[in-house]
């Protein structure tokens, strides 16, 4: 295990030149330890000692970026890469459109950029926390090994946020990057800072639609970061993608492999529930859980942070290259708001969109996804539909919030607090049926088996079948 906080080349496989950065080393050597203890405290629990067979990044080239090796995970080797440097490139956007891209943190943007950075950085720790108890209930070893491979990337993620911490932000950010260790996903005093991340996922389900959704924003948040003008942010958020799209495969297929199986169970004639699958209505409540908690966090839906993120050229939109406006200095965004109490449609000005932008984006994203687990209902003879919710549904941010006294159905239809509260149970997952999912995970972890609410994956991990030794 590793123990040592010596960090080298060796240890750290990293594209940062990080065995001649004296000062990086260092600070990462104060880290390190405490990370590992983190990890060991809160990370995966009861699985430390297994081999596990999981995708390591030893370096950015093609044949680099996933090395799949046996590795007990507290042995998981964290590098920090960046996409390799643009010669010439320049800000994409906003008001310094056009000149070169910071090498440096600019002293103007400061706080904002270790803002948006300390809030990326948080997501990542707090996953890991959120998924911790998961490898008791693994439906099958492959599944093991994939929730495994999340959570050890997610860690990496934390690394990689770390890096930009250390490197760039001196004291604060040494102090930022402990912080990032010390809260705690939905503990009282020290939560986690977004919503969702203090969620609990307490099932597998849980797990393939926070996958599907929530890892989902994290692409879109990504994909609008690794625009930055600060260029280290931009290349570092980059290669992150390359992984978090497994992350989203685990959820996206996950879920309908869950539906493929009550569809099986369905079209035999027999009873869902007596099968052990997971019944569709049930299935619909999960989904409209995690769609709009992630909804959340895209914030709110006209928001000044958002607007100045933009305008000082931190933060662009998802493919920033597919606009023809770069600097959004006119232009409006037409939008659904509350007024006096009625849904009225107006024009804001499009910089202070940019949430609902991106919020736009990612919904597109995921009614693609809903749309294929459909055709797996279809393939199955099986005529009902899964939909996602409206985007009102379900708020506790932006202008939609419940918090502000307000409440919609799934068709994001106003309705009072009394028909919310009646109807709450019809369209979230309540404590029956919370009771129903958790009751069906049980360990299923021989080779080749799989658990009775799942159906078994297409093809296995790296070439390798699903009878696989996934984990030993
Ligand atoms: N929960 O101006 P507003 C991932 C706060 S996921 C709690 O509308 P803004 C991953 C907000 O901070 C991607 N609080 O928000 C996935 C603000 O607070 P102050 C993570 C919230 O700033 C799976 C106030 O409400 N990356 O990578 O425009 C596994 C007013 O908000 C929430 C990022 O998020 C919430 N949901 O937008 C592992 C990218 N939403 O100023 C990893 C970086 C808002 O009143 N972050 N608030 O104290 C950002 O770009 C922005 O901070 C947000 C919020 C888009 C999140």
Redesign the pocket.
């Known amino acids: 295990m590793t123990t040592s906080a010596v960090v080298s080349d060796d240890k750290i496989p990293n594209n940062v030149h990080l065995s001649s950065d004296k000062r990086l080393q260092r600070a990462l050597e104060q880290w390190l330890p405490n990370y590992l203890s983190w990890w060991q405290d809160v990370g995966p629990e009861g699985f430390q000692a297994r081999d596990v067979y999981l995708r390591t990044a030893i370096s950015v080239e093609t044949d680099g970026w996933a090395h799949f090796d046996y590795v007990k995970m507290p042995d998981y080797r964290w590098g920090i890469f960046l996409v390799p440097p643009e010669e010439g490139k320049t800000i994409g956007f906003g008001d310094h459109m056009g000149q070169p891209v910071w090498n440096e943190v600019p002293g103007e943007y400061r706080n904002m950029l270790r803002?948006?950075i300390v809030?990326?950085a948080d997501?990542?720790p707090a996953?890991v926390e959120q998924q911790r108890l998961l490898g008791k209930t693994a439906p099958s070893l492959y599944d093991m090994r994939n929730l495994f491979q999340v959570n050890v990337e997610?860690g990496r993620?934390l690394w990689a946020m770390v890096y930009l911490l250390q490197s760039y932000f001196g004291k604060d950010g040494r102090e930022e990057a402990e912080a990032l260790l010390e809260r705690r996903s939905g503990d009282q005093d020290k939560p986690r800072?977004?919503?969702?991340f203090n969620q609990p996922i307490t099932t597998w389900l849980d797990f393939f639609f926070?996958t599907m959704f929530?890892?989902r924003?994290?692409k879109f948040?990504?994909y609008a970061?690794s625009e930055s003008g600060f260029d280290p942010l931009a290349r570092t958020t980059r290669f992150m993608l390359t992984e978090e799209a497994h992350?989203m495969f685990v959820g996206e297929t996950g879920v309908d492999r869950v539906v493929a199986r009550t569809a099986q169970i369905m079209q035999s004639g027999k009873d869902v529930e007596a099968e052990g699958g997971v019944p569709l209505p049930v299935l619909q409540k999960y989904l409209n859980l995690w769609f709009s908690l992630s909804e959340?966090?895209?914030?709110?839906e006209i928001?000044?942070?958002?607007a100045d993120?933009f305008a000082s050229g931190l933060?662009g939109r998802y493919k920033e290259a597919q606009y023809d406006d770069h600097k959004v200095l006119s232009g409006d965004y037409r939008m659904t708001v509350l007024e006096g109490g009625a849904l009225v449609e107006k024009d804001v000005p499009l910089r202070t969109a940019m949430?609902e932008v991106l919020r736009d984006n990612y919904v597109e994203d995921c009614q693609r996804a809903v749309d294929k687990w459909n055709r797996t209902l279809d393939k199955h003879g099986q005529s009902e539909r899964l939909v996602l919710p409206h985007r009102r549904f379900h708020r506790q941010?932006?202008l939609f919030s419940m918090g502000n006294g307000v409440w919609f159905d799934p068709a994001g239809r106003r309705i009072d607090e009394a028909a919310w509260l009646a109807g709450k149970a019809a369209w979230l997952p309540s404590a029956a049926d919370v009771a129903y999912v958790e009751s069906l995970m049980k360990s299923t972890i021989g080779p080749g088996q799989i658990a009775s609410w799942v159906a078994p994956p297409t093809r296995g991990i790296n070439g390798q079948p699903f009878e696989f030794q996934y984990v030993r």
Do not use: M, V, W
């Open positions: 803002r948006i809030t990326q997501t990542e996953s997610e993620h800072i977004l919503g969702a926070f929530t890892d924003d994290g948040q990504l970061l992350h959340d966090l895209f914030g709110g928001s000044s942070n958002a993120f933060k949430n941010q932006g």
